[in-house]
């Protein structure tokens, strides 16, 4: 069987703190959502933003911006201007998904695996409300199996907003902000941690051939979220995606073909080296095969503390794996959550919602992108050479 089971969720305090746990699928898949809990002003590994500066900018995210109060015939108010892909890590993502959601004048599309109380996220489906409320055609589509979901839903069919839960048969892992105009994908949840506290990467992308090859598979899955939807070929030669199992079909070819590096940074990993038909042993392989050629491999493993005792047993066992075949494995420190998840081959980064189990790998609707463009690349190894010099090597 390799039906999920979804995450368990306690409830401890008035204020809706959560504490969540990783729980195996029957397959071995590895499913995880970040804890909600008051925000605390931390700089922390591989961050370009604090937390006190994304305070600070929640606190002013409500007042009129571009596109707030515009109609929906337009677009009269455009994206900020800037690259046809950038990095957004940690604290930057809230004003990123908030530019999105605002200017968007034609059509909104956000599909969350999770939305919580808690400023940033709040804020955010204020927005999507006003959206709504100035004519844009707004669809959110919410997976179904996180129970705190029911409140967001609630709000949104509340405003009009037309909004839903995806089909129970397969977990919605993807976290996509898009409209006309541009996109934000990548790791962050809409959760207080996920904005404030935690390692997350995302990428901003303004290509119209991205934009076009990412609307289309929202559509199919609007549509049909009970089945894995293929995403189309499409034109872009900035951010072409991957979607629903196409993960491994990206990323194997070029770790074959590695030359200088691949450091990988993902928040799950299960491994079990003995069921050779997993699509995580054959990565791991291919990263093995990678170091015996001489190119250096680097992976970065999440270890969070007893929120996460669970993930961290199961990172714990999949590094032991990996150090018997000779990779360098570091952990992150436990104050801090790293919830990222990228590659980098090369020159190239593969970056997306995926985790390293069955689930993210083969299973679960899952979104990401492949891109070697110079900036977003060179950002996301100067963030990757901060979360390595703030982690530890994990022991044998």
Same mark, same amino acid.
């Given at each position: @069987?390799?039906?999920? !089971?979804?995450?368990?969720?306690?409830?401890? *305090?008035? !204020?809706?703190?959560?504490?969540?746990?990783?729980? %195996?699928?029957?397959? =071995?898949? %590895?499913?995880?959502?970040?804890?909600?809990?008051?925000?605390?002003?931390?700089?922390?590994? =591989?961050?370009?933003?604090?937390?006190?500066?994304?305070?600070?900018?929640?606190?002013?995210?409500?007042?009129?911006?571009? =596109?707030?109060? $515009?109609?929906?015939?337009?677009?009269?108010? %455009?994206?900020?201007? =800037?690259?046809?892909?950038?990095?957004?890590?940690?604290?930057?993502?809230?004003? !990123?998904? !908030?530019?999105?959601?605002?200017?968007?004048q034609k059509k909104l599309r956000i599909v969350q695996f999770e939305v919580t109380q808690g400023d940033g996220p709040q804020l955010l489906l204020a927005a999507t409300i006003k959206a709504h409320q100035r004519g844009v055609d707004v669809r959110v589509l919410l997976d179904e199996e996180v129970p705190y979901n029911a409140d967001a839903l609630a709000q949104l069919k509340a405003a009009g907003v037309n909004a839903k839960y995806d089909s129970p048969k397969l977990r919605t892992h993807a976290k996509i902000v898009a409209?006309?105009?541009?996109?934000? %994908? *990548?790791?962050?949840?809409?959760?207080?941690?996920? @904005? $404030?506290?935690?390692?997350?990467t995302n990428v901003l992308v303004r290509d119209e051939a991205a934009i076009a090859q990412l609307h289309a598979w929202i559509d199919k899955l609007w549509s049909d979220s009970s089945k894995n939807q293929s995403i189309g070929s499409g034109k872009s030669v900035v951010a072409p995606l991957y979607a629903d199992g196409g993960y491994a079909a990206v990323l194997g070819p070029l770790v074959d073909a590695a030359k200088t590096r691949v450091w990988l940074c993902t928040y799950g990993m299960n491994l079990d080296p003995s069921s050779a038909s997993s699509p995580v042993t054959q990565m791991a392989n291919k990263l093995a095969a990678a170091k015996k050629r001489g190119v250096q491999v680097r992976v970065a493993l999440d270890q969070s503390?007893?929120?996460?005792?669970?993930?961290?047993?199961i990172n714990a066992a999949s590094a032991s794996h990996l150090l018997k075949m000779g990779l360098e494995v570091h952990s992150d420190p436990t104050s801090v959550v790293t919830h990222a998840k990228f590659v980098?081959?090369?020159?190239?980064?593969?970056? *997306?919602?995926?985790?390293?189990g069955y689930g993210g790998m083969q299973l679960y609707h899952e979104i990401g992108c492949k891109t070697a463009h110079a900036n977003t690349v060179s950002t996301l190894s100067t963030y990757f050479d901060k979360l390595w010099a703030a982690s530890t090597p994990f022991a044998p």
């Amino acid at each position: @069987m390799n039906a999920p !089971r979804a995450p368990l969720a306690v409830h401890t *305090g008035s !204020r809706a703190r959560w504490a969540t746990v990783c729980v %195996l699928a029957a397959a =071995g898949a %590895l499913a995880c959502a970040a804890p909600e809990s008051a925000a605390t002003v931390t700089v922390y590994a =591989g961050s370009d933003v604090a937390d006190a500066s994304l305070a600070a900018e929640i606190t002013t995210a409500d007042a009129p911006a571009p =596109g707030s109060d $515009t109609v929906g015939v337009g677009p009269t108010t %455009l994206l900020p201007p =800037g690259e046809p892909i950038e990095a957004v890590n940690n604290g930057s993502y809230f004003a !990123r998904a !908030r530019d999105v959601i605002q200017t968007a004048q034609k059509k909104l599309r956000i599909v969350q695996f999770e939305v919580t109380q808690g400023d940033g996220p709040q804020l955010l489906l204020a927005a999507t409300i006003k959206a709504h409320q100035r004519g844009v055609d707004v669809r959110v589509l919410l997976d179904e199996e996180v129970p705190y979901n029911a409140d967001a839903l609630a709000q949104l069919k509340a405003a009009g907003v037309n909004a839903k839960y995806d089909s129970p048969k397969l977990r919605t892992h993807a976290k996509i902000v898009a409209s006309e105009q541009g996109f934000v %994908l *990548g790791s962050t949840n809409w959760s207080s941690p996920s @904005m $404030t506290k935690n390692n997350e990467t995302n990428v901003l992308v303004r290509d119209e051939a991205a934009i076009a090859q990412l609307h289309a598979w929202i559509d199919k899955l609007w549509s049909d979220s009970s089945k894995n939807q293929s995403i189309g070929s499409g034109k872009s030669v900035v951010a072409p995606l991957y979607a629903d199992g196409g993960y491994a079909a990206v990323l194997g070819p070029l770790v074959d073909a590695a030359k200088t590096r691949v450091w990988l940074c993902t928040y799950g990993m299960n491994l079990d080296p003995s069921s050779a038909s997993s699509p995580v042993t054959q990565m791991a392989n291919k990263l093995a095969a990678a170091k015996k050629r001489g190119v250096q491999v680097r992976v970065a493993l999440d270890q969070s503390g007893d929120w996460a005792e669970v993930g961290n047993d199961i990172n714990a066992a999949s590094a032991s794996h990996l150090l018997k075949m000779g990779l360098e494995v570091h952990s992150d420190p436990t104050s801090v959550v790293t919830h990222a998840k990228f590659v980098l081959v090369d020159d190239t980064l593969i970056l *997306g919602s995926n985790n390293w189990g069955y689930g993210g790998m083969q299973l679960y609707h899952e979104i990401g992108c492949k891109t070697a463009h110079a900036n977003t690349v060179s950002t996301l190894s100067t963030y990757f050479d901060k979360l390595w010099a703030a982690s530890t090597p994990f022991a044998p």
